[in-house]
């Protein structure tokens, strides 16, 4: 009895040897090459609250920045066990998205997901690598010419006035309202009208369950965390062993109503210039299957439900916040229109008005929608930081993070970074930051949002109805501060943001 008692103490302990040898294994990775690592924890990596979130794993990629940013261009660092290169110095953060993009094509989110197992991401550029992501790229982008978002404005106009409608009366009931449920409403209303052409009833009583399946795949995703933590422990994991990452009633749920959106366009074709008729036309000429049709149309859905949703119920947080800001918003916008039955202006003003951009533009730095970034090296490169006498080679296979909240609170370039301050965005401000790299709202460089200028035109519409109709008032529920909850993925302030609105007179 004692012998099988001290063999099993035995195997336990070495159990426990060879686990904590396999989390610390690659630690010293980036030591060995020359490069300063910040303390790495067993299995916790260099960002813990990405394992235990106490708060959100941004901040831990923040704190990073700022210790090391005026004596290191760069520092090796570790998601769990995988060794990441994160980048300090904007110049060398510019390279990589834009004068070095061939050396660094790929994102790291193609290392967790099979596209096999998941059909409806196959098509989507941002998880695909090298000549597919070009392929499937040149064939999704001229889906989103002027013509047809000009095109889906004209109902962008209509669905803007139904959410005026809907938060008008919701207000009489005197309860606040979820900025975010708000935003998710126009904006799964609007793709669903403007690239499936069916309802979402999202300002009914009987709304499509949008918003519960949204949820499903953002925020209690099991699959997704168990991929990104594969992805983590296991860098080199093959592609058989990588798990599905959408939720199965995800995948009937926006499969099935895909698939029914074309079959009816099918059936009662329509010469229209909007996307579900082009996609058609595009699965003509390119010869696509229904699996890539789909999953073309999802590439909306995908890329624009969650950011567009999320930007849309922070600018309104900030506005609410700053009076005196929305109070200038409101008379651009007003100027702007040629009287007061004119909800919105029209499409080419819409998206020239200086203070609406620089009021977005402030909300996407303060509150961006991805924290960071992840490049895989797909040529060998070097990089020469001013901080460091000699150059890092990069080999292909290398990764490198990019601290995007950090960057966008960093007080050397955003003096009293907390602070909403629109105007470091006008008379060139937008330019300024991008050429500088420190302003990575929507990307940069060629693998930038591709959708980006649809979610533009859609957010900028459903801010300026709202706030030309109404005054925005934080609502008590609303906690303080701009901390992001721990619990959810992307960028969300934490708490919910709960608004009150009070509508303008005609005579404001």
Not at 486 to 494: A, D, T
Request: aromatic residues 10%; contains cysteine.
């Amino acid at each position: 009895m004692y012998r099988m008692l001290l063999l099993l103490t035995l195997i336990i302990i070495a159990l426990f040897v060879l686990l904590y040898a396999f989390l610390v294994w690659n630690f010293g990775h980036w030591r060995r090459r020359g490069i300063r690592e910040p303390r790495a924890l067993p299995l916790l990596g260099s960002f813990p609250n990405i394992v235990w979130p106490r708060r959100h794993f941004s901040n831990d990629m923040r704190d990073i920045y700022m210790k090391y940013r005026e004596t290191d261009s760069y520092v090796g660092t570790y998601l769990l066990r995988a060794p990441k290169l994160l980048l300090l110095e904007p110049k060398l953060i510019n390279e990589v998205f834009v004068s070095a993009f061939r050396h660094f094509e790929n994102n790291d989110a193609s290392r967790m997901i099979d596209t096999r197992k998941d059909p409806l991401v196959a098509c989507n550029p941002f998880v695909l690598d090298g000549d597919e992501w070009r392929k499937q790229r040149s064939i999704f982008s001229p889906l989103l010419t002027s013509g047809r978002i000009r095109n889906a404005y004209g109902n962008m106009k209509r669905i803007c006035d139904m959410l005026c409608e809907y938060i008008d009366k919701c207000s009489d009931c005197g309860q606040p309202q979820n900025g975010m449920d708000l935003g998710l409403r126009f904006t799964s209303e609007n793709l669903f009208d403007c690239v499936l052409g069916i309802e979402a009833r999202s300002f009914t009583d009987s709304p499509l369950p949008v918003a519960k399946h949204n949820k499903e795949m953002s925020e209690d995703n099991r699959r997704l965390a168990l991929a990104g933590a594969l992805n983590g422990l296991f860098p080199c994991l093959p592609l058989c062993l990588r798990p599905k990452i959408i939720p199965p009633s995800y995948d009937r749920f926006f499969g099935e109503l895909v698939r029914e959106a074309f079959d009816l366009r099918r059936c009662k074709r329509q010469e229209r210039n909007d996307f579900i008729n082009h996609l058609l036309d595009m699965q003509r000429e390119h010869q696509l299957s229904e699996a890539q049709l789909a999953s073309h149309a999802m590439t909306f859905m995908f890329d624009g439900l969650d950011t567009t949703s999320s930007t849309i119920a922070h600018c309104l947080l900030l506005l609410g916040r700053h009076p005196d800001c929305q109070e200038r918003l409101w008379q651009e916008i007003d100027n702007a229109c040629s009287g007061w039955d004119q909800l919105l202006p029209d499409f080419e003003v819409l998206n020239e008005l200086p203070y609406l951009s620089a009021c977005l533009n402030e909300s996407l730095r303060i509150y961006p929608a991805g924290g960071w970034a992840s490049k895989t090296c797909t040529a060998p490169y070097t990089f020469h930081g001013s901080q460091h006498d000699s150059p890092l080679k990069m080999l292909p296979g290398d990764n490198v993070m990019i601290p995007i909240y950090g960057l966008h609170h960093d007080p050397i370039y955003y003096p009293e970074p907390h602070a909403f301050r629109p105007e470091r965005f006008l008379n060139g401000g937008l330019k300024r930051f991008q050429q500088l790299g420190v302003f990575l709202g929507f990307g940069n460089g060629p693998r930038q949002c591709v959708g980006i200028r649809l979610g533009l035109t859609q957010t900028k519409a459903a801010l300026a109805a709202i706030v030309r109709r109404f005054e925005v008032h934080i609502n008590g529920r609303t906690l303080d501060g701009i901390e992001l909850d721990p619990l959810i993925f992307v960028g969300v302030h934490k708490g919910g943001i709960w608004l009150d609105f009070v509508a303008r007179s005609s005579r404001q």
